[in-house]
């Protein structure tokens, strides 16, 4: 069931709520707010399992490259669900980075696109909604490093004062160091080179399927790119805005967060997530990730753990979401309200 309601700017909202055929199942499982908002800042989604009580807990989902909100609606459906039974009341912030999904035709968004200005981005959200800042940052691939440079950029107060540090950082198979030719199949590289090598309008989607296809990508890989395609007339153009994503992308290569994880600011847990199946790991980043995984401390430091992923290659919340919430549900659940 949708309805369309009106908030206070008069900028409409969409409230999505999933609705069983039972009556009387309503009555134990919750329903899921979803809003979506375009302002002059990035563009968000909104779920809640309770839209009508207030949320004492806020936790940010950031995707990754050439991705965007919706990607992560069901895996943040299915975790608000799980978080109903403690005593917060959870929202989630589904965020749609610079260059990315909604956000990729606001105005505004100016270069350099890097990830320092993508964490900027979001501390110019909560500003300008006058929210809290997050208790939970959970980023992605590109938006897990994100995630890390909203904590560093927190901690140099580079947000304003009014945004402090989440309690939590999630970084889902995310590599934290530069990302050199070395550790890196060329993938991405690849997809990146092909794309701008196409005009800005193509016939349809299935074409592009066909095309990705016959220079060689997999089929898993070819229609994923498919769905990021918006009509446009008659024809389909891109939901993303390709040169400044791929800005980004070289921003993901280059930065670094080891000096961040090695001494992790005090209050912050930093939780590794990496994919068991995942290609972007080298060994001598997992030993050195593992060699960072601390104790409960005296609590003067943050703290840094790691986690496997089991059964799952790079697209976590797709390749195993249960896996993934039975990491993440207890963890959420410990922040008390």
Known sequence: MARLIWNKQGIPSTLLTRCLNSPSSLLTLP???????????????EIQ???????????????????????????????????????????????????HGNSAEMEGLDPPHDLVNAAKDLGNLINSKGWESPDVVIGHSMGGKVALQFAKSCGNRDCGENVKLPKQLWVLDSVPGEVTSDNSDGEVEKVLQTLQSLPSTVPSRKWLVNHMLDLGF??????WIGTNLKKAGGEETWAFNLEGAVQMFHSYRELSYWSLLEHPPKGLEISIVRAEKSDRWDADVITRLESLASPEGDGSAGKISVHVLPSSGHWVHVDNPKGLLEIMAPKLKSLMP
């Open 31 to 45: 329903y899921y707010s979803t809003s979506k908002r375009s302002l002059r800042t990035l563009a968000y989604e």
């Open 49 to 99: 399992a309770n839209p009508n009580k207030p949320y004492t807990h806020t936790a940010f989902i950031l995707h990754g490259l050439l991705g965007s909100a919706r990607n992560w609606r069901s895996f943040s459906r299915t975790l608000v669900s799980s978080l109903s039974d403690s005593p917060s009341e959870w929202r989630m912030v589904l965020v749609d980075l610079r260059n």
């Open 218 to 223: 997999s089929k898993s890989l070819s229609e």
